[in-house]
C-alpha cells in the first residue's frame, strides 16, 4: 500500500543542504542575528563539523548542520 504523504522531513532535507554551504550560512546568520559580532565572521572562519556525536549518557545523537568558528579567541558552535 502507498501512500501520497510527504515524508516528515520533507523541507529539512533542503534545509540541511542550503547550510551545509558556507556562503548560504553566513548570509543567514548576517541577515537575521542583527548582531556586531556577526560582522566579524568570514566563510574562512567557519568549519563544518561532523555532525553525529555521544552525549555523556552515552546517547547517540546527530544534529542537522554544526559549524564551529573562532571569534575574538573563542569557539562559536552554531
Do not use: Q
Request: hydrophobic fraction near 35%.
Amino acid at each position: 500500500m502507498t501512500t501520497d504523504k510527504p515524508p516528515k522531513d520533507e523541507h529539512d532535507l533542503g534545509y540541511k543542504d542550503l547550510f551545509a554551504k558556507k556562503d548560504t550560512f553566513l548570509h543567514f546568520l548576517k541577515k537575521y542575528i542583527r548582531a556586531n559580532w556577526v560582522n566579524e565572521i568570514n566563510e574562512d572562519d567557519l568549519i563544518l563539523m561532523d555532525k553525529s556525536f555521544i552525549l555523556t549518557d552515552y546517547k547517540d545523537k546527530e544534529a542537522d548542520v554544526i559549524y564551529r568558528c573562532k571569534l575574538k579567541g573563542k569557539d562559536i558552535i552554531f
